[in-house]
């Protein structure tokens, strides 16, 4: 079954280094997603992405947050100058045209020293 | 203010029993209202998707509903299996289609044992 696969798994980063975190979405949806979760907290969106432009975004996706889709397959989240409040779980999620199902990935724990 | 509240907030459960779990939201202009189940340390899954007119749902032995007059849900979890034991979230979509920005509740802990 096809499925939203997160690389790594795990990052660790000094604060104010930058951080690219990827995603490999299903191939054949349109729509992708970034979310965070810091520690024990709620699952809050940050941007949502369609046909190569950022269709919405949060007031957490500030100017130190971008996405890209730099070829036909990766969809990745870059945070310019990492402060240790960005530590979170990272989730990717993409979804078709055709449903309203958003499919998450495992996520990337990033952790900001 | 657009909301996602649950209840209870962690619910432990003996194996092969049932349970129900609580939904209030907030959320306008509501588009749909999911439940997802999210086990530890991994992505959420979708259990279940409810637009406006849809007032329950079923997956296996999950059934959801849905009360848009009063924007309340509930999941029901029927015979539960030891690999119920998750976070549940309630999450509504604000506005429209696959555009539609998703609000999170907090999720309920559910513990099944045996």
């Known amino acids: 079954e096809p499925e939203v696969t997160q690389t790594p798994s795990h990052q660790v980063t000094q604060m104010g280094q930058e951080v690219i975190l990827r995603c490999v979405p299903i191939?054949?949806?349109?729509?992708f997603y970034w979310y965070r979760q810091i520690l024990g907290q709620k699952v809050e969106f940050l941007v949502s992405f369609y046909n190569n432009e950022i269709s919405e975004k949060s007031e957490i996706f500030d100017d130190q947050f971008s996405v890209e889709r730099p070829d036909g397959s990766n969809f990745t989240l870059k945070i310019r100058s990492t402060k240790l409040e960005d530590s979170a779980m990272y989730f990717c999620a993409s979804s078709d045209s055709e449903t309203y199902e958003q499919y998450f990935g495992p996520g990337t724990r990033l952790t900001v020293t | 203010k657009n909301q996602v509240e649950q209840s209870p907030q962690s619910l432990i459960i003996l194996e092969g029993k049932n349970c129900t779990l609580q939904c209030n939201y907030t959320v306008s202009p509501f588009s749909n209202l999911r439940w997802y189940k999210q086990d530890t340390g991994r992505g959420p899954v979708s259990l279940t998707i409810m637009t406006f007119s849809e007032n329950t749902k079923s997956n296996g032995r999950y059934t959801a509903t849905l009360d848009a007059d009063t924007k309340q849900s509930s999941l029901h979890i029927t015979a539960s299996q030891l690999s119920d034991s998750a976070s549940y979230i309630c999450?509504?979509?604000?506005?429209?289609?696959?555009?539609?920005?998703?609000?999170f509740g907090q999720g309920t802990t559910l513990q099944v044992k045996p």
């Open positions: 999450v509504v979509s604000r506005g429209s289609g696959n555009t539609g920005k998703l609000i």
């Open positions: 191939s054949n949806h349109l729509y």
